[in-house]
């Protein structure tokens, strides 16, 4: 691994991105590290979206062009120049109306659906890579949130793993994250970042998901 470790990000939107930049930031140790927005691309000209665009259709678009190159991602520029990929989707996605509902599995568990996205990922990827970290929460980002910033109101939404309107949690919370309508508050989501990385533990102890996402994570940084 370099010096200075490169982290590619492939996410659903900005408010994820910020959260989990700040997650390996603390799982690194470090900010002295080269986080790269992959998808979708940090740009004022596209509003943020890219060719792909935003959003889980935008991961899967992406995944899907790189994997059909011969090698799959194996052979890309995109892990040629990262130590670590991570590759976020909510597992929300397998219960949308115009979502791969073929992925979709009873919950609780969480645990099969996000496997089913997993491998659905790899499949259009083409190819496996200790380079590569998948980020499934189930079924949203804003589970990990809500645990990591509201840890004593869990127990009342026990499985929040498997709760469709997670994100609605935060509607009215003081970090004013979320808006009616779900409407995230992308510079509300940076002032609160590092506040959702110190009660990260909280996470895990709520959402195996996010414990899984952390332990992989270092697994990978074991392989460099």
């Known amino acids: 691994m370099s010096s200075q470790p490169r982290v590619g990000y492939v996410v659903e939107g900005q408010t994820d991105f910020t959260v989990i930049d700040e997650l390996i930031s603390r799982f690194l140790g470090t900010d002295n590290y080269v986080p790269a927005r992959i998808q979708p691309p940090y740009s004022e000209i596209t509003n943020h979206l890219g060719d792909y665009g935003g959003g889980w259709k935008g991961v899967f678009g992406w995944a899907s062009d790189i994997g059909s190159n011969q090698g799959g991602i194996t052979t890309s520029a995109v892990l040629a120049n990262t130590d670590f990929l991570v590759i ?3 597992a929300d996605i397998a219960s949308k109306t115009d979502g791969p509902s073929e992925l979709s599995s009873d919950c609780p568990p969480a645990r099969q659906t996000c496997d089913n996205i997993r491998n659905h990922l790899t499949g259009l990827l083409g190819a496996e890579s200790p380079k590569i970290v998948y980020c ?28 469709p309107d997670v994100a609605d949690l935060l509607i009215n919370k ?9 409407k995230k508050q992308v510079v509300n989501y940076v002032r609160a970042a590092r506040e959702i990385a110190n009660g990260w533990r909280h996470a895990c102890q709520v959402c195996p998901e996010a414990a899984r996402f952390e332990a992989e994570f270092k697994a990978a940084m074991q392989q460099y």
């Open 88 to 90: 976020h989707v909510d």
């Open 174 to 182: 003081p970090h004013r994250l979320v808006r009616g309508g779900s």
């Open 136 to 163: 499934i929460p189930a079924q949203a980002t804003e589970a990990w949130v809500f645990a990591a910033l509201h840890y004593d109101e869990t127990s009342k939404y026990d499985p929040l793993e498997c709760r």
